[in-house]
């Protein structure tokens, strides 16, 4: 197993009696890309600024190396930042925004010469290294602001939703451009965002978190497919919850009438209240009842191009979203009652 | 209609200066308008009067002075307004941002007693503090403006690219902060070097600065030579805020036009 860069061992922030980050151990490891994924308030960036040092942890340790960082300043920890806001000095040139880490480091004039080059370089920024910042378009700004942060080789780059402010096209060049260059570098990356599209494309492992604590921390497919608590269900792929009574090792309840089969890991225990979970996309329309299928009523249709978006209530009054691609195996309206094909290995059992 | 007004308004605002100007150049002793000639006499009179001299040396030295203090005072006060977790920050913050209501005899006056109980009556310090205290609100409400323009993120970049403290401040809090700055220097020399009441009280003949003088001048003498004075004072003035707008830009930051 590759070794720990940066842990977190039983990390607490509180803001004035608001607990930010709870009792959080993490590891990161080495050269891996990790999210950290949540909705605002989750506790996703203060754990970014405990790791980066611009605030300390009100209990626990924070290690870069093995070696605890705890109480060491920001500018000692050697890490590289990149803001959401960009964060570019606006009184320097993109070069000396670059040059900014290697001049803190007293690095040779010809070096800094020849590594912000290549830092420009790799950002494909070469040529602009005059202009000011406010010269330039926002993606250009956020990859010198890349490269500023690369440039001085830190230990682990530190991403605080850095494609939050791009507009949705340039966000997705600049969201495999990211990868490619994290690729290259084989840096170690901590990367904070609400997105989860952003985290399941980018990612080898995501920590999804849920005030102030780590909910689930796993690979995308782990997460996406086998989440761990019905947070992380309902917060990655938009699941639909559906409540029920186990009545068999395979059979869930969820009225007398209707039963559903879903084919979990381990045996169901009978009796038990259980809650189960299915994708959207997972849901399809039948033409006429069979095994596997629910009777449901359609409540809401939202057209979204590639797919559309059908609300329906099943009979026990339980609601199930399911994303219908075109086009429609029948067409759909409100009021209409139509057959939903559930299948058994798309259910996932919640904890 | 509202042309005519505001014409009326801005003559009204500025007869006085141009009173003085066009007295300035009057060849006869007598403070008199309209004038009956034309001459440079009391340009020549004003500035070789020795009292003149000595007083504006006094005023370069008092300014000069006074901002010295006030400028890093009151960039640490701005500084702290905004970031320091201060107790009663309203109250810090009315105390640092308003000029003084006392009026200038008061305040004389306080700076007067103060001076004496500490055996320092008419000493150049007290009338540098007094001119530190006039100018210090100034300085911190021009600084502060840019300190609140400051975003948080670039210090703490600078922090994380490997720059100290000191560091951060240097390259990236105090260059952000020029404009701040420029505004409050050219407040302060503008304030200091026009104070007139509380300077009166602590300084004396050997000390005293240009406004005073020009004032026992006009207790004594009733001449042009002091329209002749006021008129290089108040081209002086002009001068310093025509050349810091021209190479600043700064009229964006303080007079609003452009």
Redo the contacts between chains.
Sequence with gaps: MAKAVVELRTCTRDFGGVRAVDAMDLAILEGEFLSLLGPSGCGKTTTLNLIAGFVEPTAGRILIDGEDVTGLPAHRRGLGVVFQSYALFPHLSVFENVAFGLRERRVPAAEIERRVAEALALVRLDRLGRQKPAELSGGMQQRVALARALVYRPRVLLLDEPLAALDKKLREEMRDELRAIQRSVGITTVFVTHDQAEALGLSDRIAVMSRGRIEQLGTPRDVYERPATRFVADFIGASTILRGRAIGADLVALSPGLTIKVSAVGALAMGRDVELAIRPERVHLAAAPGTGTAAARIEGIVYQGALTEVTARLGDGQQVRAFVTEPAPLPLAPGQTVHLSLPADAFMVLA | MLKAAVTALVAFMTLPTVVVIVVSFNPTAILSFPPSGFSFRWYENALTYPQFQRAALNSLWVTLGAVAVALPVGTAAALALERGKLRLPTLWATLLLSPLVVPGVAAGLGFLILAASLGMIRSRAVLIAAHVALVLPFVVRSVWVSVRNL?A??E??????????W??FR??TL??LRPGLFAALLFAVVVSVNEFVVSLFVSNRVTEILPVAMYSYVVNYTDPTIAAMSTLFITATFAVIWLADRFTGLGRVFLHHR
């Design positions: 975003d993120a670039l703490r970049a600078a922090a994380s690219l490997g720059a100290t403290p560091r951060v390259r990236v260059p952000l």
